[in-house]
């Protein structure tokens, strides 16, 4: 998997970014969703497949991104398919900021220090390369408008974007009520995209008791324990606040 595609968090972050204040909307859930788009991502290279409710690794070879091939790695080492809940759910210290770090050395945004109340150092990220930003919406802009079913990778992003609440961010007010249904209803065209956005809100909902079923997935599944809210990673020092 060469580099000269941009994955789907990095789309997401993209996506999330507000341009006006360099600061990320919906930023709890949407570290849920930068997990959740690493999944998609893998499989979209081939690396994972859904196995009913859960994620398999079928072929463990790396794709060439160190931060995929870090997630990767995990999932091989756990041996037999995770529930996509409890991986999404499970802690991912430090993941928004490495993609934020990431798209800063790529030239696609630039930190800008700052101070909160006075006092506290924050680093909000602005978005230079706003062609970029403006392509991935314009991907989201044409599924939506047209009604035609769009690529997997498109679909993916549309069913996290509306599972991380990017909805309202994207589409605010009562005249993007109906682009936001839109936005929802792009979830079915992408399996895997649908069974991690519904992960990501299963966890935020606190729900991971039931298994879910869908087209093809498979039968006994295991009861679990509702998934709990992960902390905000913190990045650096106590004393730096990156803005959300």
Known sequence: ??????????????????PATGTTAQPQSLDLGLAGAQLV?????GRIAPDGD????????????????????????????????????????????TYLSHLERCGMVHAVEGQMCGVLPT?????????????????????????????????ALAALAHAVG?????????????????????????????LVAHAVMDVQNGVGAQPRRGPGAGGGGRPATAVPMQPQARSGS???????
């Open 41 to 45: 991502e893998l499989a979209l290279a």
């Open 123 to 155: 680093t909000r990220y602005q978005a230079t390369e706003t062609a970029i930003s403006r392509e991935i919406r314009a991907r989201l802009d044409s599924a939506i408008r047209t009604g035609v079913p769009p690529d997997p990778r498109t679909a």
């Open 1 to 18: 998997m060469g580099r000269s595609r941009r994955t789907l968090p990095e789309e997401l972050l993209l996506l999330a970014l507000d």
């Open 166 to 194: 990017l909805g309202k961010h994207l589409y605010p007010g009562n005249e993007g009520r109906s682009s936001r249904s839109r936005l929802r209803d792009l979830i079915r065209h992408d399996p895997m995209g649908g």
């Open 54 to 97: 859960r994620i398999a690794v079928v072929m463990p070879r790396p794709t060439g991104d160190p931060t995929l091939d870090s997630a990767l790695e995990l999932l091989r080492r756990r041996g037999s398919p995770v529930r996509a809940v409890h991986w999404i759910g499970g802690p991912r210290l430090g993941l928004r900021q």
């Open 238 to 244: 106590m004393a730096r606040v990156v803005a959300h």
